[in-house]
């Protein structure tokens, strides 16, 4: 291309998320993407140019963990569609069916610089469905995702619990949490078998959708993600996805401080939070800022996230700079919300950081990140400016 098809944002200084700073950073945008980024790159005459002196930028936040276009803000709560809570195992059903584009929090998103997010079910189902990745644009649908079917979600604890026995069927306590969610791993299994040996023989088979997805859990093609708060769920999860050989995420985390060696021997990745908001159940009553300081410090993967709508999802630089006066470095708290969180969900080679191939996904600031009293004031996805304040 020419370079009057680039565009070059000069001036500001770039955290790259590689353990870079460049205090005079140029960064090249071309065909959506990052070109170039470095300090001494020549801009051509005639090139598209945006000087953003004094200002710093990041990559485009990521939160590995929302319920963004289904619990949708404004609406009442029988109008939400992140949970149907009519049994507790639920693998056929799909966000990408149920994502509304026009939920406000979308755009404060792109004000509080969060260019990707993956929006999941609620916990209410041990087994509930398939979450998306999107980007914040508000689009359509397809238009927004990054990945349509991006992780099967699961939960252990008090809500599949609670909700159930309020209906008089399993679960009722913990032990049927996991019953439940065994159960529905074997029973996928077998039906992948009896599918199979069917199409050995050349017979017709009745297709399940549920079975199906789980069977692309089974085979590591989707992950499972594990709503688990209390210290013995965390393990049921580990538990349960080792017997089964998954790949898997422990989601929120919350006791995670108290077993922290154990996670980082287990290779667990862990979505962290939301830890900006009361102690409403039992489970949460343990939940600390040292969480995720101390993860670090034991060498398990993390990143932070708001669970919005619990935290409003433009606030999540505000989770990153509590984490850092609890004591996480600023870089760490950084990478937390963008290359940690891309890591998270399998997306490091698109996103999460400033390199030359990756989505031109920013966030430009006035000041610090992680001063609470600095703005975005530009937020670019694919390339394109989606915000300006």
């Not at 939940?287 to 708001?306: E, Q, Y």
Request: aromatic share 6%; with cysteine; glycine share 10%.
């Amino acid at each position: 291309m020419s370079s009057t098809d680039q565009k070059y944002l000069v001036g500001a200084e770039v955290w790259t998320g590689t353990g870079q700073r460049l205090k005079k950073g140029v960064i090249v945008l071309e065909g959506g993407r990052i070109a170039q980024v470095g300090e001494d790159i020549p801009v051509p005459a005639g090139a598209e140019v945006a000087d953003l002196g004094g200002c710093l930028v990041t990559p485009g936040l990521i939160d590995a963990h929302v319920h963004m276009g289904t619990y949708n803000e404004g609406f009442p709560e029988n109008m939400q569609d992140a949970n149907d809570m009519v049994e507790p195992v639920l693998p056929q059903l799909r966000i990408l069916d149920a994502l509304y584009p026009g939920d406000t929090s979308f755009s404060d998103a792109l004000s509080g610089g969060v260019t990707c997010v993956q929006s999941l079910p609620g916990s209410g189902n041990v087994i509930g469905d398939q979450g998306m990745v999107v980007k914040t644009k508000p689009d359509i649908v397809e238009r927004m995702a990054v990945l349509p079917c991006s992780a099967m979600k699961a939960a252990l604890g008090e809500n599949p619990v609670r909700v159930y026995n309020a209906k008089g069927k399993l679960p009722n306590t913990r032990m049927g949490n996991a019953w439940l969610m065994r159960d529905a791993l074997v029973r996928a299994r077998n039906y992948g078998a009896k599918r199979d040996a069917a199409a050995k023989k050349g017979e017709p088979f009745d297709r399940d959708l549920g079975m199906e997805a789980l069977l692309s859990v089974l085979d590591g093609t989707m992950p499972f993600r594990v709503h688990c708060h209390r210290l013995d769920d965390i393990q049921t999860a580990v538990r349960i996805s080792e017997e089964f050989g998954l790949r898997y995420t422990i989601e929120h985390c919350t006791e995670g401080h108290l077993v922290a060696p154990w996670l980082a021997e287990k290779k667990v990745f862990a979505a962290v939070g939301p830890t900006l908001s009361s102690k409403p159940k039992i489970e949460l009553r343990n939940k600390s800022w040292d969480t995720p300081v101390t993860l670090w410090r034991a060498g398990v993967h993390f990143c932070i996230i708001t669970d919005h709508p619990v935290i409003p999802i433009e606030h999540q630089i505000v989770c990153a700079s509590l984490a850092v006066k609890a004591g996480l470095p600023p870089d760490e708290a950084l990478r937390a919300v963008t290359l940690y969180a891309a890591e998270h969900l399998g997306l490091e080679k698109r996103m999460g950081s400033i390199e030359p191939g990756k989505d031109a996904d920013l966030a430009v600031w006035d000041g610090d990140p992680l001063d609470a009293r600095t703005h975005v004031v530009k937020t670019f996805i694919d390339g394109a400016e989606v915000y300006s304040r």
